[in-house]
C-alpha cells in the first residue's frame, strides 16, 4: 500500500503534492518523492524515509511548477531507498504507483534485452519503460499508457506525466484506490479523498481500467478496455479531514478491520498458480528441494503474531505432516532449544523490528537453522537477516492492535504450508487445486464475514460493563479464542481469557456464573460435537453463552443466547473468518467504555526493546 497524489492548475504545485502526501502517510512512510515538470522537462525528487525529509530535502530550492505527481511509499518490492523510492523515470516518462505488479519479473527481462536500464528494484519501474517504449510510435500519452498496459498483470493506480505533453496528468485504476478532487481550473488525483480534501470537497471515484485524462481545461474518463468514454458522477465530500484519514471509520483499527478483503487479496497475489498446482516460492528465495529436505519447523513470534504462529502449527502438520514447535520469542531466546539439523525457524512479525522475535531469530541462525520471516515491512531488521522471506503485503498497520495484520500472516501460513506440503508429496494436485480455489474465495467471505458487525455491536453493548470475559475455541480456532481475549484485554481494559475448550473443566468451569460471558468457537469441524458439550457445561451453570458457529448449524440456537453465524470456509482458513466478530467484539467494547482504541494505555505498535 501507497499513497499517491498529482495536481495540475494554476498554483504552484510543490506545497499541494507535499502536504497531499502528509495526508496520505498513514498509507506508508519509508520513502517519499515527487515530480514536476518545468519549461517542458521533467525533474525528480526523492529520498529515504517520512515526508518532512523531503520536504526539508526540497526547502532550499524553492521549486515551482504547476503540473506535478507525488508517492509515499510502503516498500513491496525492493527495500526502502532513495532509488526504490517513487517516482520513477524513463525517458522523459514519470510515473508514480500504488499496487503490485505480478508479472514484473518477465517484463523487466523483455525489456533488457531490448536495451532498457533499470535503476531501481521496483515492480514499477516497468510500467515507465513500458510507456516509453510504446512513446514515439503513439499520437498520445494515453494511448501509450494503454499499450502499455496491455502488458501488465496485477494491480495499480498510477499517475502518469510525461516531457512529451507537459500539461497533462494520465491516472489509471485496477484494484488500487483512485480518486479525482474537482476544483475551480484544478484538477488532483489521489490515493484516497484526506489528500486534496483542503482544496475541493468534489471527488470522482475511478473505477477498474478507468483511466482520467486532466489538464488544465479539464477532466475526460474512460474505460480502456471498451475504448468508451465514461460518464461519472461527481460526488460532495462532508466528512472531516480527520475523519477522511480514516476512511470514514472513527479509528484506525475499524478501518483495518474493514480493509481485510483487500489486505488478504494482496496477500496471495500473484503468489500462486491454480493450473500447475504450485505456490512461487521463488519469490520467498525457497526452492521446492529445500522444503522437502526439511526435518522440523520452529514458530516464533510474540502477541497476536505469536497467535498466528500456534495455528500454523495446525496447518503445518496437518497439510503437510511435518513436526512443528511453537515458542513465544521471549522465552525460546533463553530456554536453549534443541534445534535439529534440517529445521527452518518461521519468525512471524508485523513490524519486523520486535526485539524479542529478532533474539530469538538470531539464535536460531546462531545454532544452525534457516530462517524465513512472515513479515510485513520490507526493509525491516527481519526482513534483512531472514534467509527466506514472505512479506504479507497488508500495508500499513496504524492501530496498536493488530487486526488485517494477523489475518495476512494466517493466509501467508496457509500458501507456505501448502508449499511444504506439495514438496513432500503430502497433498495431491487436486487437493493443492482445492485448497486454492478456497482461498481464491476467502476475500470474498471476509466481506461476508464482516456484515456481522451490527449483531456484534448489539451483543458489545449488552456486556461491555462485565469485569471478565472467557473465550473458548478448540482444534485451530483455540488461538483465537486467544487471540480475542488478547483484543478485549488490550483495548478494553476487561480481564479476558482464552482456553481450549477441553480444558474448562480443569479450572475456569469454577468461575462460572451467571456474571461471566463465554465467548464459543463453534465452527463446523471435527471437533464440533466437543464444543457443543462444553457449550452445555457452560448453560447448565448458569453462564451467559456468546456462539459464534457456522452458517447452516442447526444445533447452535438452542444452545447460546447469542448466536453470530460465519460463511463457511475450509477448516485452514476458518481462524481468519472467526477471528473478525472477535476483533469487532473488542472493538466496540471498547468504544462503549470510551477507552483509546488505536492507542490503549501502556501498550505500544512495535516493542522494540526487551
Ligand atoms: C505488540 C503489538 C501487537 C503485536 C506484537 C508483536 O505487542 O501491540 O499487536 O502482535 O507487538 O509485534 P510484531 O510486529 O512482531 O508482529
Known sequence: MCGIIGYIGPKNSIPILINGLKRLEYRGYDSAGISFLNDGKVSVRRCAGKIKELESSIKSEKLKS??????????????????????????????????????????????KKKGHKFTSETDTEVICHLIHSYIKKSKSLEEATKKALKHVDGAYAIGVISESEPDKIIAVKKDSPLVLGIGEGEYFLASDIPAFLKYTRKVIILENDEMAVMTRSGVSISNILKNKPVKKKIMQITWSP??????????????????????????I????????????????????SRLKNLKKIFLVACGTSWHAALIGKYMLEDMAQIP????????????????????LMIVITQSGETADTLAAQREAKRLGAKVMTICNVVGSTSA????????????????????????????????????????????????????????????????????????????ARK???????????RGINYPIALEGALKLKEISYIHAEGYPA???????????????????????????????????????????????????????????SH????????????????????????????????????QPRNLAKSVTVE
Open 66 to 111: 504547476p503540473i506535478g505527481v507525488g508517492h509515499t511509499r510502503w516498500a513491496t518490492h525492493g527495500k526502502p531507498s532513495e532509488e526504490n523510492a517513487h517516482p520513477h523515470r524513463a525517458g522523459g516518462i514519470v510515473v508514480v504507483h500504488n499496487g503490485i505488479i505480478e508479472n514484473y519479473f518477465e517484463l523487466r527481462a523483455g525489456l
Open 242 to 267: 480527520t475523519m477522511a484519514e480514516k476512511g470514514g471509520y472513527k479509528h484506525f483499527m475499524m478501518k483495518e478491520i474493514f480493509e481485510q478483503p483487500r489486505a488478504i487479496a494482496d496477500t
Open 269 to 288: 497475489r500473484g503468489r500462486f498458480s491454480i493450473e500447475k498446482a504450485k505456490v512461487n516460492i521463488e519469490e520467498f528465495s525457497l526452492t521446492e
Open 324 to 343: 512443528c514447535e511453537v515458542d513465544i520469542a521471549s522465552e525460546f531466546r533463553y530456554r536453549k532449544p534443541l534445534i535439529p539439523r534440517g529445521s
Open 384 to 459: 534483512r537477516e531472514a534467509d527466506s522471506v514472505c512479506f504479507t503485503h497488508s500495508g500499513p498497520e496504524i492501530g496498536v492492535a493488530s487486526t488485517k495484520a494477523f489475518t495476512t500472516q494466517l493466509t501467508a501460513l496457509y500458501l507456505f504450508s501448502i508449499a511444504v506440503a506439495k514438496a513432500k508429496g503430502k497433498l495431491k494436485p487436486k487437493e493443492i487445486k482445492s485448497l486454492f480455489r478456497d482461498l481464491l474465495e476467502l476475500p470474498e467471505k471476509v466481506e461476508q464475514a464482516l456484515q456481522c458487525n451490527n449483531a456484534i455491536l448489539k451483543i
Open 463 to 473: 456486556f461491555h460493563r462485565v469485569s471478565d470475559f472467557l473465550y473458548l475455541g
Open 502 to 560: 477441553g480444558e474448562m473443566k480443569h479450572g475456569p468451569i469454577a468461575l462460572i456464573d451467571k456474571d461471566l460471558p463465554v465467548l464459543a468457537l463453534a465452527p463446523d469441524s471435527n471437533v464440533l460435537e466437543k464444543i457443543l458439550s462444553n457449550m452445555e457445561e457452560v448453560k447448565s451453570r448458569g453462564g451467559q453463552l456468546i456462539a459464534v458457529a457456522t452458517e447452516g448449524n442447526s444445533k447452535i440456537q438452542s444452545r447460546a
Open 563 to 598: 448466536v453470530v453465524l460465519m460463511p463457511k470456509t475450509n477448516n485452514y482458513l476458518s481462524p481468519i473468518i472467526f477471528s473478525i466478530p472477535l476483533h469487532l467484539l473488542a472493538y466496540h467494547i471498547s468504544v462503549l467504555r470510551k477507552c483509546n482504541v488505536d
